[in-house]
């Protein structure tokens, strides 16, 4: 009787979405592209798409086509946005981002169409199918690193913060959602290979290669029938330094701590899973006021830093001339 109810759901959920729009025949789509180029980029361009996604049910292509049509990203996203509802392979609705001249506009795009679907509620502690796994993540913990990821723009950044991560199994539904938002699909494919050891629901892990283009997806799904040794070479994800925007408002939560003890804890929280280049970890250090707590900073963010062979430029930094051999012999002993 369960199995009829979902049958019967299913049907008429079709029903009903055939009956807001109607599929869009190549034909009449050659011919609206045609006049959406005579008109590219006013606001008789954006009007016209909006009544072609009022009208038709368009295929992710189609909507990413008539998106380049339009003259800026917040046209572009309020109209791919609208088509979203109504677009025939949504599978597919990651092919739309690179539309965009920003990087921000196709993360809230994504957050607000395929994310919005994907909100992941609380999972219960059941037991794992994976030997690897006896627990998953917990939801805050997740809840932070997805934060953490959010607005960063380097897409080998976001996948080493993913991978540090990877210590604390996670659900097949958790990593599709951090992955997503990893827009080079090599990086992406090189992800979701190398967390397959840390899949707390493995038996699911199949359901990721949705959030992969049909290339990727055949690989992927190949490889989860014979995965690879992890000998065998990937994508080499460098650690990248905090952006300007992301670094500049990291000193300005450093200024805002009172206490010299609070900033030591603050900048070894935050860096916890974030890189600075030597310059950017001299500005830090700029903005404490003790050598001893400058000295046990620089030993910290040694391992943070993205060109260690400047690392020596550091103990400029320093007052005294025994922090400076001290930290000078801790660098050394680490290279």
Do not use: W
Not at 250 to 256: E, G, P, Q
């Amino acid at each position: 009787m369960k199995k009829l109810f979902i049958l019967m759901f299913i049907l008429l959920s079709r029903v009903e979405f055939n009956s807001q729009c109607q599929f869009m025949p190549e034909r009449d789509f050659e011919a609206a592209k045609y006049r959406l180029s005579g008109n590219r980029g006013n606001i008789n361009t954006f009007q016209a798409a909006m009544d072609l996604t009022r009208t038709y049910c368009l295929s992710s292509n189609q909507a990413r086509e008539i998106a380049n049509y339009l003259a800026n990203d917040r046209d572009k996203f309020d109209f791919l946005k609208s088509s979203y509802p109504n677009i025939t392979d949504k599978e597919n609705y990651t092919n739309v981002m690179d539309v965009f001249r920003l990087f921000s506009s196709a993360i809230r795009l994504y957050h607000e169409t395929m994310g919005a679907s994907r909100i992941i509620q609380p999972f219960p502690q059941t037991i794992s199918t994976n030997p690897n796994c006896p627990r998953a993540m917990e939801q805050h913990s997740y809840n932070q690193l997805r934060s953490q990821i959010t607005n960063l723009g380097d897409d080998r950044q976001k996948a080493s913060i993913i991978l540090n991560a990877a210590n604390q199994c996670m659900h097949t539904q958790q990593i599709e959602n951090l992955v997503s938002s990893i827009s080079d699909e090599n990086i992406r494919l090189d992800v979701l290979k190398r967390l397959h050891p840390f899949v707390f629901d493995i038996e699911n892990y199949g359901q990721s290669s949705s959030i992969l283009s049909s290339t990727y997806r055949t690989q992927f799904l190949a490889f989860l029938v014979n995965p690879k040794s992890p000998s065998e070479p990937s994508i080499q994800l460098q650690s990248a330094a905090l952006s300007e925007i992301d670094f500049t408002s990291f000193l300005n939560s450093i200024r805002k701590q009172s206490f010299e003890k609070d900033k030591d804890n603050y900048i070894k929280t935050y860096m916890k899973n974030a890189y600075l280049n030597v310059a950017q970890v001299k500005q830090v250090l700029k903005l404490l006021n003790f050598d001893a707590t400058k000295l046990d900073i620089a030993k910290f963010l040694y391992n943070r830093c993205t060109d260690k062979q400047n690392y020596f430029q550091v103990s400029n930094e320093l007052q005294f001339s025994s922090s400076k051999t001290e930290l000078n012999d801790y660098v050394k002993s680490h290279q």
